[in-house]
């Protein structure tokens, strides 16, 4: 079996081993594979290990010995189904390896705006402390997240873990999802009522034409004042010139992202100059154990393969 690792680098800085693939055959690996040198790196191989690497038909057809396409990820768009199918290549996912990394991040957003932590630090460093009259001084406002609403849009793992984190809070918890579920402390409800009852809203529901923009202007006027818009899903989910106007303007309190429409982050994005708008570089699904677990799962996968019983294929 000839492998071919695409993207190194989008898994690993050397701190994860991708040593499992080397036990499954002949591998050869690239830190990056720019769009035009897809083919090339592919070459000969019999299997494909990518994140975000399109594949596409003419790609297919300039490789014809590739029958699998493995890959390091649970999104899996940037692959053309209808064209692996005519080509007979399997393709695999890994989903749900990030469930508890993403649900962490959404709480790091959470307690940054709940109690101020960075910004305490800051002034404190600043000389704050050292100026101030009392043993404690609270000029930044903190409060609790008892008694607050959870507004999730996305039930899935990682909307249903955020659940169980905030109910740990003592947080009432409402969800807007495709399915509703019967699931205890937890009130289903619409779109336009998360956003108008919730303090925090986060967001966990895949990219499509319907839930493209859906945090956009008319919903965010919804929002009470005081709420903050978390979304650790995809970035064209957020109408980015949209929440700007919301930040900038009072409409909501505060944003924590860690996705934005185009990545690499461009220059130009509104969102850079946007008040109380944290932003994370999509880190949220990237400790070391959850890349550990996500390499070993794509490996599993390759290897399942193999031995003819293919698993979490996608096509």
Same mark, same amino acid.
């Given at each position: 079996?000839?492998?071919?690792?695409?993207?190194?680098?989008?898994?690993?800085?050397?701190?994860?081993?991708?040593?499992?693939?080397?036990?499954?055959?002949?591998?050869?690996?690239?830190?990056?594979?720019?769009?035009?040198?897809? #083919?090339?790196? !592919?070459?000969?191989?019999?299997?494909?290990?990518?994140?975000?690497?399109? +594949?596409?038909?003419?790609?297919?057809?300039?490789?014809?010995? @590739?029958?699998?396409?493995?890959?390091?990820?649970?999104?899996?768009?940037?692959?053309?189904?209808?064209?692996?199918?005519?080509?007979?290549?399997?393709?695999?996912?890994?989903?749900?390896?990030?469930?508890?990394?993403?649900?962490?991040?959404?709480?790091?957003?959470? @307690?940054?705006?709940?109690?101020?932590?960075?910004?305490?630090?800051?002034?404190?460093?600043?000389?704050?402390?050292?100026?101030?009259?009392? +043993?404690?001084?609270?000029?930044?406002? #903190?409060?609790?997240?008892?008694?607050?609403?959870?507004?999730?849009?996305?039930?899935?793992?990682?909307?249903?873990?955020?659940?169980? !984190?905030?109910?740990? +809070?003592?947080?009432?918890?409402?969800?807007?999802?495709?399915?509703?579920?019967?699931?205890?402390?937890?009130?289903?409800?619409?779109?336009?009522?998360?956003?108008?009852?919730?303090?925090?809203? #986060?967001?966990?529901? %895949?990219? #499509?034409?319907?839930?493209?923009?859906?945090?956009?202007?008319?919903?965010?006027? @919804?929002?009470?004042?005081?709420?903050?818009?978390?979304?650790?899903?995809?970035? %064209?989910?957020?109408?980015?010139?949209?929440?700007?106007?919301?930040?900038?303007?009072?409409?909501?309190?505060?944003?924590?992202?860690?996705?934005?429409?185009?990545?690499?982050?461009?220059?130009?994005? %509104? /969102?850079?100059?946007?008040?109380?708008? /944290?932003?994370?570089?999509?880190?949220?699904?990237?400790?070391?154990?959850?890349?550990?677990?996500?390499?070993?799962?794509?490996?599993?996968?390759?290897?399942?393969?193999?031995?003819?019983? %293919?698993?979490?294929?996608?096509?």
């Amino acid at each position: 079996m000839k492998i071919v690792i695409l993207e190194e680098k989008t898994v690993t800085q050397g701190d994860v081993s991708l040593d499992e693939f080397a036990a499954l055959g002949e591998v050869r690996r690239y830190p990056l594979t720019p769009p035009q040198r897809v #083919t090339e790196y !592919i070459g000969d191989s019999d299997a494909a290990i990518c994140n975000k690497t399109v +594949f596409t038909e003419e790609i297919m057809c300039a490789c014809p010995n @590739l029958k699998y396409i493995g890959l390091c990820a649970t999104g899996y768009n940037n692959i053309d189904i209808e064209a692996a199918n005519r080509h007979g290549i399997t393709v695999s996912n890994v989903p749900a390896y990030s469930t508890r990394a993403v649900a962490q991040q959404v709480f790091s957003y959470v @307690l940054h705006f709940a109690s101020r932590t960075a910004d305490y630090n800051a002034d404190v460093h600043n000389g704050g402390w050292i100026r101030s009259e009392t +043993f404690s001084y609270f000029t930044i406002p #903190t409060y609790e997240l008892s008694g607050l609403t959870m507004g999730i849009i996305g039930f899935g793992s990682i909307g249903s873990t955020v659940a169980d !984190i905030a109910k740990a +809070f003592d947080m009432r918890v409402i969800a807007a999802t495709r399915t509703p579920k019967n699931v205890p402390d937890v009130e289903f409800t619409d779109i336009d009522s998360v956003f108008a009852r919730s303090d925090f809203i #986060t967001v966990h529901c %895949p990219l #499509t034409d319907k839930t493209r923009e859906l945090v956009n202007m008319e919903r965010l006027r @919804l929002c009470k004042p005081s709420a903050v818009v978390i979304n650790t899903s995809r970035g %064209p989910v957020v109408n980015e010139h949209d929440l700007t106007e919301a930040l900038n303007s009072g409409i909501i309190a505060g944003a924590g992202l860690d996705v934005v429409s185009s990545e690499p982050m461009k220059a130009d994005n %509104p /969102l850079l100059g946007a008040k109380n708008c /944290l932003i994370t570089p999509h880190v949220a699904w990237a400790p070391v154990q959850t890349r550990q677990r996500l390499v070993s799962e794509a490996a599993e996968n390759l290897r399942c393969f193999i031995a003819g019983k %293919p698993r979490n294929t996608v096509n």
